[in-house]
């Protein structure tokens, strides 16, 4: 069974220092036998913000139609889900915000109407991966995307002990992260660790 990796770009700066250790996490999982990997940039997906109409706790889905109809069931068959995001003003970007509030739709099955939103034979198994990056050296400055990643993984059931985070303050200049001392390092230890827990898990299913 192929491994996929679904991966969201999230900053509007291409070539950015989100996505340049995005790229540098989804390099390594590339030289992986049996891999699948997309990589989306949000600034071209077409997902529109929530309406907060709650719909979805009724019918079971989103009433817009736009590029969450494409993404929807690559979010919940994936075996690795990445969010890459840059901090704008002490929380994630509005563009991967919109990703997190649009998942309001898995909320709703969850919690409101008590379906499963993964197949059992993905229960368990999935990981999550969230990578920033903030231009403030501020200690606290991840402290207000946290929970709203948080969030972004538990309702399409990645479970917080499955979940890795690499967080790097202190590049705001694009290119920045190409002079951090650890940060290319972080980010392929963290893809070669969860590539080979996510085969792990794979090779003893029941």
């Not at 649009?102 to 197949?119: A, C, G, I, N």
Request: glycine share 6%; net charge neutral; with cysteine.
């Amino acid at each position: 069974m192929p491994i996929k990796v679904l991966a969201f770009a999230g900053s509007p700066r291409r070539g950015g220092n989100s996505e340049t250790l995005l790229d540098w996490v989804l390099d390594v999982i590339r030289k992986e036998p049996e891999v699948e990997i997309e990589k989306i940039h949000l600034d071209e997906a077409n997902v529109n913000p929530c309406r907060g109409c709650n719909a979805c706790e009724v019918l079971n889905k989103c009433v817009q139609r736009d590029g969450m109809d494409v993404l929807h069931d690559k979010i919940i068959t994936c075996h690795i889900l990445i969010l890459a995001a840059p901090i704008f003003c002490m929380g994630i970007n509005a563009q991967s915000k919109a990703l997190v509030d649009r998942f309001q739709v898995f909320r709703s099955r969850k919690y409101v109407l008590k379906l499963p939103v993964v197949s059992p034979e993905l229960k368990g198994k999935r990981q999550g991966i969230f990578l920033s990056t903030a231009g403030q050296d501020w200690d606290y400055v991840f402290d207000g995307a946290i929970p709203t990643v948080k969030c972004f993984f538990h309702v399409v059931d990645v479970r917080d002990r499955d979940t890795r985070y690499l967080m790097v303050k202190g590049v705001d200049e694009k290119g920045a992260i190409l002079s951090h001392p650890t940060a290319r390092h972080d980010a392929e230890k963290l893809a070669k660790d969860m590539i080979m827990k996510v085969r792990d898990l794979l090779e003893h299913e029941p």
